[in-house]
């Protein structure tokens, strides 16, 4: 973790102008990366694991709390090129997500707590395979996949090694990935709280995995993912996939999409339109690097979304200081433009 503490850093941020406030958000996320990592790799080295857990969920709850498309933003593109390994990025990712929709899904604070918590650490009984098999091309072996078999059972052990009591928070990680109970079609609101989050966390985490390249297969675009969930899996996850969709987006800040005039752009913000983001083109119809992007608010016009790209079919440098400073400097504009003229659809 770096020297300075994540709350500092984090009210520090409000007090700054808004270009150091951008760089330093790209700072706070690699900080919070490796904290994380450090955290799942080597649990029995902490003094307080518990508190710094706590830690880790303040800091993220500070980054989203400042800018939101820029937490999607810096969570979908860092995410597939972090250097601290798959499984704590994915933690990351799924943490982010599930505070996302606790507030969508206007989940209470204790149940929000223990979700968050839960995704964050449901895989610490196998970080280190976690890595491997993200690096591995073949199917797991016999011994990985007894290991795999009993992680949720050798996290929660684990987490009650490390002082958590918190009975909700142990009770998800050690049932992420039970299958709900036959005939159980109750919705969320009427549910038991561990089965509630359970089923919350079990989608996240499909969703994560999915749109993540790893060696043996590229990753899914955002739209193909939530598609995947939406169509194949059993139709009461479809609650959790709408808060999905309504929260971040079928292509949220962060992921590449295809324009209609053949440009390929990155989403940078949401709009209040759904599914029609600000984005910047990045290359041109021919796949040339623009070194200008060149932004399109795709809510009131031309050129508008055709398709969803996933990471790994877009070869291309980014400077994302400037970008996430673009895409805030548009969303200011527009929010001007549109209260100058009394229209709706001013960006997030
Ligand atoms: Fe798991």
Redesign the pocket.
């Known amino acids: 973790m770096a020297p300075t503490g994540p709350a500092t850093r984090a009210s520090a941020l409000s007090a700054e102008t808004p270009d150091s406030e951008y760089e330093d958000l790209l700072g706070l996320w690699s900080d919070l990366e490796s904290a994380l990592s450090v955290l799942l790799a080597r649990p029995g080295s902490a003094l307080d694991f518990a508190a710094k857990m706590r830690q880790c969920d303040a800091w993220l709850q500070d980054l989203v709390a400042h800018d939101t498309d820029a937490a999607l933003y810096l969570m979908f593109q860092l995410a597939a090129t972090s250097s601290v390994g798959y499984s704590a990025s994915h933690a990351l990712v799924c943490g982010t997500l599930c505070h996302i929709l606790a507030h969508d899904l206007q989940l209470p604070a204790p149940e929000r707590d223990s979700l968050v918590r839960a995704a964050m650490t ?2 610490i009984g ?1 970080t280190a395979l ?1 890595d491997e098999l993200a690096n591995q091309r073949g199917r797991p072996t016999a011994e990985q996949q007894r290991s ?1 078999d009993e ?2 059972r050798r ?1 929660r052990a684990l987490l009650e090694q490390q002082g958590i009591r918190d009975p909700l928070w142990l009770d998800v990680v050690g049932h ?2 039970a299958p709900p109970p036959e005939g159980d079609t109750r919705p969320l609101a009427t549910l038991p709280a561990a089965r509630r989050l359970t089923r919350i966390l079990g989608t996240i ?1 499909r969703y994560a995995a999915m749109i993540s390249p790893r060696q043996s297969r590229a990753g899914r675009s955002a739209t193909d993912s939530v598609r995947a969930i939406v169509g194949h899996e059993d139709e009461r996850r479809d609650e959790v996939t709408y808060a999905l969709v309504r929260s971040v987006g079928l292509c949220p800040p962060g992921t590449f999409v295809r324009l209609d005039n053949g440009e390929t752009a990155l989403v940078l913000r949401r709009s209040e339109k759904i599914n029609s983001p600000l984005v910047a083109s990045v290359l041109d119809r021919h796949g040339g690097h623009r070194r200008q992007p060149a932004l399109h608010q795709t809510a009131t016009g031309k050129p508008r979304i055709q398709s969803a790209l996933a990471r790994s079919a877009v070869q291309v440098e980014l400077d994302h200081r400037m970008l996430v400073r673009l895409g805030l400097y548009a969303a200011r504009q527009y929010r001007g433009m549109a209260g100058l003229a009394g229209a709706a659809g001013t960006p997030r």
Request: proline share 9%; glycine share 0%; hydrophobic share 25%.
């Open positions: 449901m895989n196998m976690q795999i992680h949720p996290s992420h990935h985490d």
